[in-house]
């Protein structure tokens, strides 16, 4: 196997999301969704490359409040089963935290699933300490 390369995306680079592994993504890319995700400021997604097909993404977004510095919410991580096992979600999440760090951000947060054992395993290898929360959704 080659070397893994990790890179955050950014606006012009919609053809590297056209080359996904198997189960990096929950659904098939949408170009509209690509091009929307990736010419929003906010939006970031890094992805680990083997060669030019994508094995593992973090998707995040930053935001702002009134009363709080500058956040990163990580909204989810992906990685091939074919390549899972080999440290590369810890490293994109790791890359992600640089790039937050970069634009400013203070803190990154993400919610997972009580009984997603390997979410909070690898939330745990890079020092994520859990909390208890109550997840709510709304039908608007």
Avoid at 8 to 36: R, T
Avoid at 37 to 63: C, K, Q
Wanted: charged residues 25%; glycine residues 8%; negative net charge.
């Amino acid at each position: 196997m080659k070397d893994i390369q990790y890179k955050v995306l950014g606006s012009g680079d919609n053809n590297v999301l056209y080359n996904v592994a198997p189960e990096v993504f929950d659904n098939p890319i949408n170009p509209d969704y690509v091009a929307e995700f990736l010419s929003d400021p906010r939006h970031h997604i890094a992805v680990a490359l083997d060669g030019d097909l994508v094995v593992g993404m973090v998707s995040a977004v930053d935001y702002v409040h009134p009363d709080k510095p500058r956040e990163l919410w990580i909204n989810e991580v992906g990685v091939s089963p074919q390549w899972q096992q080999r440290g590369i979600g810890k490293k994109l999440l790791q890359v992600m935290f640089e790039h937050g760090r970069s634009i400013g951000c203070a803190e990154a947060w993400v919610l997972t699933d009580p009984d997603n054992a390997p979410a909070r395993k690898l939330y745990r290898s890079v020092k994520g300490e859990e909390e208890l929360s109550v997840y709510i959704t709304f039908s608007i």
